[in-house]
Nanobody, 119 residues
C-alpha cells in the first residue's frame, strides 16, 4: 500500500504562487504514476496534472503554463508549483498515486489540502 500526505496549501492573493508537496511512503517502488487533482465546492474532482515513471507529464488546459508538476524520487515527494493563481483555482487539492502490481492498478489518495485564492 501507499500512504500520501499533502502540505503547502493556504490563502494567497490572485497572481500569487504556492507550492504543494505530497510525501509518499509504503510501497513506493511499485508506484506507476502520481498526480494532483482538485475539487471545488459543488464540482466534481478533476485532474490538474500527472506524471508517470517516464517523467512524461499531462496538464489540464486551465493550468497549462501556470502550474508545474515534478517528482523528487529520492525524497519520495511529489510537488505542484502553482504560479499566477486565479480565484477559480480555489479548491481542495488531492495527491493521487497509482500502484501497479502485476497487471492490476491500485489508486491511493491523500487527505487533501485547501488552496484559496482571494484578495
Amino acid at each position: 500500500q501507499v500512504q500520501l500526505v499533502e502540505s503547502g496549501g493556504g490563502l494567497v492573493q490572485p497572481g500569487g504562487s504556492l507550492r504543494l508537496s505530497c510525501a509518499a511512503s509504503g510501497s513506493i517502488f511499485s508506484i506507476y504514476s502520481m498526480g494532483w487533482y482538485r475539487q471545488a465546492p459543488g464540482k466534481q474532482r478533476e485532474l490538474v496534472a500527472n506524471i508517470i515513471t517516464s517523467d512524461s507529464t499531462n496538464y489540464a488546459d486551465s493550468v497549462k503554463g501556470r502550474f508545474t508538476i515534478s517528482r523528487d524520487i529520492p525524497k519520495n515527494t511529489l510537488y505542484l508549483q502553482m504560479n499566477s493563481l486565479k480565484p477559480e483555482d480555489t479548491a481542495v487539492y488531492f495527491c493521487k498515486a497509482v500502484e501497479k502490481r502485476g497487471s492490476i492498478y491500485y489508486n491511493y489518495w491523500g487527505q487533501g489540502t485547501q488552496v484559496t485564492v482571494s484578495s
